[in-house]
């Protein structure tokens, strides 16, 4: 078992065009740099220069926002989803 | 010739053809029309734009289409109602209701902006459109939908009022009522989005979607006779709305074609209206926040539930740069803004509105406006459509038989009296 990663459209490129993609088990920071090794150039989409994760980019483990959860330091165990979603407009 | 040149991140100033993307490959940032100002800049004339047709289509030149509207024709050109009596109570002269409450066909600000969508969506060669909505898009989509011929799914929360179901069901569509808030909507939508080959309204149409509320502030200031208001008030859940607004009238500066601009920019001061349990972009206001932290929504404003609003940002940056401010209200306050703004002014408004009321209000006793100053405040959608959210609020009927003698009896009541 592993952690799954669902790809966005926008994101799919670095990865071959896979639409999920699978990490070890870690934290939200350990996923965004085991992906940065497998496909070069996605760290730069996922975070900013100063290494923070983009302000437009909301992710979600078991579909829950991790801005609920703890952030960065959000565990991900075996059998995990993560969701990276950008940020979609609604309402007025 | 184009007067469209493509698209450019507000984020990071990438720029892009004109395709059906909604956010930038390289950071995620939203995708924002470029129009071609050279060939705009001192062609578009006031004359010209009040020749066009009494809708949103008269400033036509300045949204992102090529060809003549083929959905919505008849969309926008709303009131602009003088509030007297509603800015007496606070001892303001130059109080207006731009009320979209009446906007055809569906009686919101949508109108506007899926007019444009579908438009363009026609453009680009869909045959289905879809939408994720807290309503009065759902409505909107829907409708136009209809009129154009399309396809329709329409994804919803599972607790939205009755009018917003039933004034969606009407129109044909297919209606996904998802278990969940309109965030989780919202990320279903995204993760189903380019899998059906839709055109996603708000995700991959989003860049066009959003200039139609562009016109929303184009027709506040020709209805001022070609003037910035100075102050303009307005609800705020994904966030769009307000920064679009603001750049509509700053484009009419950028034009030369307002009284009041100039070099130095316009002078409307932005100010952002939440409800309370959904107020991730007024707390950030208020308490100074760099970034604003999203928010579970807990309001009966629903047509504003939006915990994680997408231009949130942006929506944030335009108040602060125009020098305006936020304010949030409870749900009681809302149900009270909408019983002021319909007993004042004989309008409607939905619980959104009622927040948007209820916020003037507030920044009114707070001292925000000078009382000759020019105040818009900005109402989206209709009362009709959210019964639910003031019924058994606004007092009772008084029963009486049909004779004069039950009438004279119940005119001496002290609860008629009172009603006068």
Redesign the interface.
Known sequence: MAVSV?I????R?QTNEQDTVEVNPGTIATMVKELAAQYPGIE??LV?DQGEL?????F?VN?E?I??LEGKETPLNDGDTV?I???????? | MPKVLGMRCRECGEEYPMNPIHVCELCFGPLEVLLDWELLEGKLTREKIEKGPKSMWRYWDLLPVEGPPTVGRNVGFTPLVKAERLGREFGLKNVYVKNDAVNHPTLSFKDRVVALALTKAREFGYETVACASTGNLANSVAAHAAEGGFHSYIFIPDNLEQGKVIGTLVYGANVLAVSGNYDEVNRLCAEAGDKYGWGFVNINLRPYYGDGSKTFGYEIAEQLGWKAPDHIVTPCAGGSLISKTYKGLNELNRLGLLENGGTEGIPTKMYAAQAKGCSPITTAIKEKYEIFRPQKPNTIAKSIAIGNPADGHIAIETVRKSGGWAEDVTDEEVVEGIRLLGRTEGIFTETAGGVTTAVFKKLAEQGHFGENETVVISITGNGLKTIEAVAGKLGSTVHIQPNLASLAEALQTEKLLATV
Do not use: H, Q, W
């Not at chain 1, 983009?54 to 909301?58: E, G, K, P, T």
């Not at chain 1, 979603?85 to 007025?92: D, E, H, L, N, R």
């Open positions: 669902l966005p459209t926008p994101m490129k730069k989409r900013d983009r302000r437009f980019i909301n979600y579909e926002d801005r609920f969701s979603v950008p940020a979609i407009a609604g309402g007025c």
